[in-house]
């Protein structure tokens, strides 16, 4: 089993910056690919970014290509999502996920690749 607990998240107003983060439990956290997701009210859940195991793969949706950054530390056993230049329209519940074993980095903008999910945090942008 892994258990992903998701943290950084709160209010913040529009253009400003945010760095949510997200632990994974399991010793080969290293061998994980990871996802962030989000979820704003009345909408379905959204890939935002991924990243994969080794961290040389990363694949961004379009709406914040440029605006957020995904990067992982293995030793921490935990994945970063850095995000600037904030929205009101990225206001939403933000959700990592972890698949197991091997993927090809197109696969990773898909929420059924992954195996595991945490229980999400709140970013909130103020206009």
């Known amino acids: 089993q892994v258990q992903l607990v998701e943290s950084g998240g709160g209010l913040v107003q529009a253009g400003g910056s945010l760095r949510v983060s997200c632990a994974a439990s399991?010793?080969?956290?290293?061998?994980?690919?990871m996802g962030w997701f989000r979820q704003a009210p009345g909408k379905e859940r959204e890939f935002v970014a991924a990243?994969?195991?080794?961290?040389?793969?990363?694949t961004y949706a379009d709406s914040v290509k440029g605006r957020f950054t995904i990067s992982r530390d293995n030793s921490k056993n935990t994945v970063y999502l850095q995000m600037n230049s904030l929205k009101p329209e990225d206001t939403a519940v933000y959700y990592c996920?972890?698949?197991?074993?091997?993927?090809?980095?197109?696969?990773?903008?898909?929420?059924?690749?992954?195996?595991?999910w945490g229980q999400g945090t709140q970013v909130t942008v103020s206009s």
């Open positions: 996920a972890a698949k197991v074993g091997q993927v090809i980095v197109q696969l990773l903008q898909f929420w059924g690749t992954y195996d595991y």
């Open positions: 399991g010793r080969a956290f290293s061998t994980y690919a």
């Open positions: 990243i994969r195991w080794s961290g040389g793969g990363t």
